[in-house]
């Protein structure tokens, strides 16, 4: 008995998982690879940081999501190498598979553009522990600015910095913004959390690049009614734990502040790397591996690669952005290519995009979106949002679940998640900080620190 057709994929994420389930009736064996256990929606990943919602919401465990479909397996590991010639991938515990097409979804990681350092003090917003970092460091802002006599060292614990104006920038400094001005407006007895600086920076000429210019716009106005002070055509020259040092046309100055959130741009995974010295293939300043109009590698037909590790041009020789709606349909693309090649079937014709858009919300009923050529902002535009972002989460419980926190926050601007977790109320950090700020009291000061 000859043994079925082996289609490995290698990620777990919305291109990787949208192949699987295309694959569900093809005369194939798929096996799922992912380092995590769960499919993230990483578009919401900005609302675990806010407290909005539980990582729990947005993610979904992919053997759950495969688990009626008979002729996929998933494993938990790490692909570490690939052997294009022979045909295998390598996982870092030693396991060794073979394939017969291998589909290559790994994603992106932040880039921080040769200053790793700078990821200790300034957290990304890539993945579910990224994400209760930033959500920690938030809260753990406003815990320490209570507690604090002195007005420069608190206005420093109050300033919040987003570092890059794209979507989930924008996003954040919208949430940032309702969690200072109406979440926490009443939560505490020695600051007026309404006091909190929200900061929002890129060096591009303004904020949401991608989007046209009139939303662009539009989605600023929102920011700066919501409280938000927006800097763009700023350089950011170096971060460390007291604040950032940033160069303006005006010269290079100091801003003192103490949360710093990292969503600037994105670079490929070290399996990307790999893969493209193993192939040989052409990569762009990002590592993104280039890929032909059938999003296979050049030299190697059986090797698909999607997402955000691929760099797929469209017609007119611009890049595809690195976007969710990308992703889920090179990955259908590519499962039916993988079927019709089983079958013997002609060549598919080449990879198209549908481009449906870009979407970003900016706080409580407010978005804009760019739906078809249509442009929209306000309430319109935050109704589509919502409504593509529940249709996208890949669980039916969980849209139920993430719909009826919205409504509670939405009416009540209450973010049930809002949680700081570990001990950081009794930790050496927490203590430290106090400690190397703390005086002696004084009749005016409204607070007293004592050890």
């Known amino acids: 008995m000859s043994r079925r057709p082996s289609v490995i994929i290698v990620g777990g994420g919305f291109g990787g998982l949208c192949a699987a389930q295309a694959l569900k009736s093809a005369p194939v064996d798929v096996t799922l690879i992912d380092r995590n256990n769960y499919h993230l929606f990483q578009p919401l990943l900005y609302q675990v940081a806010t407290g909005s919602l539980s990582a729990g919401e947005i993610a979904a465990p992919l053997r759950s999501v495969l688990s009626r479909q008979k002729n996929a397996r998933v494993l938990l590991g790490a692909v570490v190498d690939i052997d294009p010639m022979r045909k295998h991938v390598l996982l870092a515990?030693?396991?060794?598979?073979?394939?017969?097409?291998?589909?290559?979804?790994?994603?992106?990681?932040?880039?921080?553009?040769?200053?790793?350092?700078?990821?200790?003090?300034?957290?990304?917003?890539?993945?579910?522990?990224?994400?209760?970092?930033?959500?920690?460091?938030?809260?753990?802002?406003?815990?320490?600015?209570?507690?604090?006599?002195?007005?420069?060292q608190r206005r420093a614990w109050l300033t919040f910095v987003i570092v890059g104006a794209g979507p989930t920038g924008v996003e954040l400094a919208g949430a940032i913004a309702e969690i200072a001005r109406q979440t926490l407006k009443n939560d505490f007895r020695s600051i007026d959390p309404k006091e909190a600086q929200i900061i929002l920076m890129d060096s591009a000429a303004r904020v949401l690049p991608p989007f046209p210019?009139?939303?662009?716009?539009?989605?600023?106005?929102?920011?700066?009614?919501?409280?938000?002070?927006?800097?763009?055509?700023?350089?950011?020259?170096?971060?460390?734990?007291?604040?950032?040092?940033?160069?303006?046309?005006?010269?290079?100055?100091?801003?003192?502040?103490?949360?710093?959130?990292?969503?600037?741009?994105v670079t490929v995974p070290a399996l990307g790397k790999t893969l493209a010295n193993r192939t040989k293939a052409e990569t762009d300043r990002s590592g993104r591996i280039k890929i032909g109009p059938q999003l296979t590698v050049a030299n190697y037909p059986d090797l698909y690669v999607i997402g955000d590790l691929a760099l797929a041009l469209n017609p007119d020789g611009m890049p595809l952005p690195g976007v969710a709606q990308v992703a889920m349909q090179q990955g259908t693309y590519v499962a039916k290519a993988i079927m019709g090649r089983v079958q013997g079937e002609p060549q598919q014709a080449d990879f198209k995009y549908f481009d449906k858009g870009n979407l970003a919300v900016i706080g409580r009923w407010s978005a804009v979106a760019n739906a078809f050529g249509v442009h929209m902002s306000g309430f319109p535009a935050w109704l589509i949002w919502a409504f593509i972002h529940l249709m996208y989460i890949v669980q039916f419980q969980s849209r139920i679940l993430v719909l009826l926190q919205w409504a509670i926050q939405d009416l009540t601007f209450s973010r049930g998640a809002r949680l700081i977790t570990g001990t950081a109320a009794t930790?050496?950090?927490?203590?430290?900080?106090?400690?190397?700020i703390a005086k002696k009291p004084t009749d005016g000061d409204k607070v007293v620190v004592n050890f």
């Open 93 to 152: 515990d030693g396991a060794d598979f073979e394939y017969d097409w291998l589909i290559v979804a790994t994603g992106s990681q932040s880039a921080y553009y040769g200053h790793e350092a700078w990821r200790e003090w300034a957290p990304s917003l890539k993945s579910v522990e990224e994400a209760i970092d930033v959500r920690h460091k938030i809260l753990y802002a406003f815990e320490v600015a209570e507690r604090i006599g002195d007005p420069a």
């Open 213 to 265: 210019e009139d939303l662009a716009e539009k989605a600023k106005r929102s920011l700066v009614k919501l409280g938000v002070e927006v800097r763009t055509g700023v350089m950011v020259k170096d971060i460390d734990k007291e604040g950032l040092t940033i160069e303006t046309h005006a010269g290079t100055h100091r801003l003192e502040a103490r949360t710093v959130i990292w969503a600037g741009g």
């Open 427 to 436: 930790d050496f950090n927490f203590n430290n900080e106090l400690a190397s």
